[in-house]
């Protein structure tokens, strides 16, 4: 199975094609939709805004709203910061079409539930200027550069919710057009992110705490016009759904918006994505996107270590030259530690067990001890919480029987003892000294 999996990624990338029957028979599929290629592209400013950072990605068409589970959160979905597992620092490459390149950097890290980073990234593309003899006489380059730090906040998260996470960037951009290209276009640009994101079971056929439905939204690069070109802002719909344990599916909804400008908008923008897991370190992944009049498929593969992560894609689109390394992207991962999270719900879960084999004992004041221990380390442990209210009122019950038990064993007082001789009023006893004066 594996060796065939591995066959059809490596026929798909070796397929052989003409430039011009790939180009016709490719751009085809936008006709399908009713897109208007002449229509389609071109209409807003820094393209570097579009290209994702993050292997996985890129890997599944951008379709990534609702999964953001590393460092692609950044351009994805900002209000996934909140719930990655480990701190991340991750370096990518992307090779585009001729000599165009764009390198990135993102870093992200949380406390409990609340998460942050940054991102930046760089894209290069170089010009030859030759004189009337074909002698080169000059090199520059046109340029564009992002950075952007993230915060966000999981509420309402517990041992059996993931909750409501919300988060948001803040973005800056340059673009430098050098005079000899276009005097007077060099500029800045000023945008912001915002997400949601949670997750939950549904038609679950495996046994996992991880959730495995997940739907995001979120609004991207919300900013004013640069030099009266709009910026590509869009309102992003996901979902993910892994029915199995190994697989998981994606797709994603973009709708481009200008809301500083009377410009008209591209169309809406579809993404899908499909991931499987082969072993428990490699995987691989495939994405389809739709936008404009240049669909886009990709291909790519994981390799996730302990400490470590490198994915590697390739996009097939109408500016990929067949054949050549166009649209080959190549990222690094360096994964640290979790801030001690998982040794203290380890620690949890520990004084839970015990808690467990104490109730289970009748040992109810040792029960109550253990998981107010427990969620000392962990507040958010609901089934700790759960069984310290039991344990609290099966003690107090225990307890106020003992005290029923206890008055039942003391003997009621004799009221008739020692006073069997006294006057009693109205009767009683006769007076004998009285009776000797009479």
Request: glycine content about 8%.
């Amino acid at each position: 199975m594996k060796k065939s999996v591995l066959f059809l990624v490596f026929a798909f990338i070796s397929l052989p094609a003409s430039a011009s029957d790939f180009a016709d028979a490719y751009g085809d599929v936008a006709g399908l939709f009713g897109i208007d290629a002449a229509r389609s592209t071109g209409l807003t400013a820094f393209p570097v805004l579009t290209i994702p950072v993050g292997g996985r990605y890129e890997g599944l068409g951008t379709a990534y709203t609702a999964v953001s589970r590393d460092t692609g959160f950044f351009d994805a979905n900002p209000a996934a910061s909140s719930s990655i597992e480990r701190t991340e620092l991750a370096l990518q490459h992307t090779n585009l079409i001729a000599d165009a390149n764009m390198e990135s950097i993102a870093y992200t890290s949380r406390f409990t539930n609340f998460g942050f980073g940054a991102a930046g990234k760089f894209l290069h593309v170089p010009f030859t200027e030759y004189d009337a003899l074909g002698d080169q006489v000059n090199t520059i380059r046109y340029t564009e550069s992002v950075a952007g730090v993230n915060a966000s906040y999981r509420f309402l998260s517990s041992f059996y919710s993931y909750g409501l996470a919300v988060g948001t960037n803040v973005k800056t951009a340059y673009r430098h057009i050098p005079a000899a290209i276009e005097p007077g276009q060099s500029a800045f640009a000023y945008m912001a992110d915002f997400g949601l994101l949670t997750r939950f079971n549904f038609l679950k056929f495996y046994s996992s705490r991880e959730r495995n439905f997940s739907v995001g939204l979120t609004a991207r690069n919300v900013g004013p016009p640069v030099l009266d070109d709009p910026l590509p802002t869009s309102i992003n719909a996901g979902i993910a759904y892994a029915p199995l344990r190994p697989v998981e599916f994606s797709f994603d909804l973009q709708v481009p918006i200008q809301p500083f400008t009377d410009l008209p908008t591209e169309p809406m923008a579809y993404a899908g994505g499909i991931s499987a897991s082969i072993t428990r370190f490699f995987g691989l992944h495939s994405g389809f996107l739709l936008k404009g009049g240049n669909p886009r498929s990709t291909i790519g593969g994981v390799l996730d270590f302990e400490n470590t992560r490198f994915v590697a894609n390739y996009t097939l689109d109408m500016t990929t030259q067949v054949g050549t390394v166009d649209r080959f992207s190549v990222e690094a991962a360096f994964k640290f530690g979790d801030r001690g999270r998982a040794e203290r719900a380890e620690q949890a879960e520990e004084y839970y067990v015990q808690a467990l084999l104490a109730f289970a004992d009748g040992e109810l004041e040792r029960t109550v001890t253990l998981t107010e221990r427990a969620l000392e380390i962990d507040a958010g442990f609901t089934p700790a919480e759960e069984t310290l209210r039991t344990a609290e009122r099966s003690l107090a019950m225990q307890r106020r029987l003992e005290q029923i038990q206890l008055d039942e064993t003391i003997p009621a007082p004799d009221f008739d003892e020692g006073f069997e001789d006294s006057p009693l009023p109205g009767g009683g006893a006769p007076d004998e000294s009285n009776e000797t004066n009479t």
